[in-house]
């Protein structure tokens, strides 16, 4: 079946040490997303790719970046964890030739010690 | 800049009995609506959404939601819940934006729904 799969499923860090979370799809959707999920809070939108143009939130840190290979892959990079970017991290994919719809991925919970 | 406001964090419900989630946005143009699941252990599957056109959209699993534009409203109904639609339910909007736009979502809190046997 066509999908977004998220690697690793739980991911450890430890304060200060990068860290990559990866997100690949099989739906060949143009757009890729990644939301940051706090423990009782809502999804927020960290930034997105449309084709190959990075499109960043206007209060999402310095510390996240992120790189977009090709259409299939989507990676988020931590540079320097703090324990407050404990959280669980949501790729999801769309296409704009489509239904615009967004289709999530399973989620990377990252825990910071 | 978008907002979604989600009534209930917490909802239980005995088996077969109706189901009614609120969900007001605050946002001053078009505005695509949608409501997502998860069930535990899961990831987000969308339950239903609204473009344009008959404000009364159904969805899957025997779920429908009613835009009502003048209340800035799209509240999720169920007539007869079961036991396997515990689960958490978002809400989310983004800008309606003709012919394209790859506006990412901005999500309610969700509601946490919990049916009894």
């Known amino acids: 079946d066509a999908m977004v799969i998220q690697n690793p499923r739980y991911q450890v860090t430890q304060f200060g040490k990068p860290v990559t979370l990866s997100c690949s799809q099989t739906?060949?959707?143009?757009?890729m997303y990644w939301y940051q999920q706090k423990s009782s809070q809502a999804p927020k939108l960290l930034f997105h790719?449309?084709?190959?143009?990075?499109?960043n939130e206007a209060d999402t840190p310095d510390n996240f970046q992120s790189r977009r290979p090709n259409t299939s892959f989507c990676f988020l990079d931590i540079r320097s964890p703090g324990l407050g970017d404990a959280a669980m991290y949501l790729c999801?994919?769309?296409?704009?030739?489509?239904?615009?719809?967004?289709?999530f991925g399973p989620g990377t919970r990252l825990l910071v010690l | 800049a978008q907002s979604v406001s989600q009534h209930n964090h917490h909802v239980i419900l005995s088996e077969a009995a109706s189901l009614e989630l609120g969900c007001n946005y605050s946002?001053?143009?078009?505005?695509?609506l949608f409501w997502y699941v998860q069930y535990p252990g899961q990831h987000l599957q969308l339950l239903l959404k609204?473009?344009?056109?008959?404000?009364l959209v159904k969805g899957i699993k025997g779920f429908e939601a009613e835009f009502i534009k003048s209340k800035f409203s799209f509240n999720l109904r169920k007539p007869s819940v079961q036991w396997s639609d515990t689960a958490e339910y978002f809400c989310?909007?983004?800008?309606?934006?003709?012919?394209?736009?790859?506006?990412?979502?901005?999500f309610g809190k969700g509601t946490h729904l919990i049916i009894q046997p």
């Open positions: 999801a994919t769309s296409s704009l030739l489509a239904s615009k719809t967004q289709y």
């Open positions: 739906l060949n959707h143009n757009v």
């Open positions: 790719y449309y084709d190959k143009d990075f499109n």
């Open positions: 946002y001053g143009g078009t505005v695509n």
């Open positions: 609204y473009f344009s056109g008959d404000p």
């Open positions: 989310a909007v983004n800008a309606g934006r003709a012919g394209g736009g790859a506006d990412g979502l901005t």
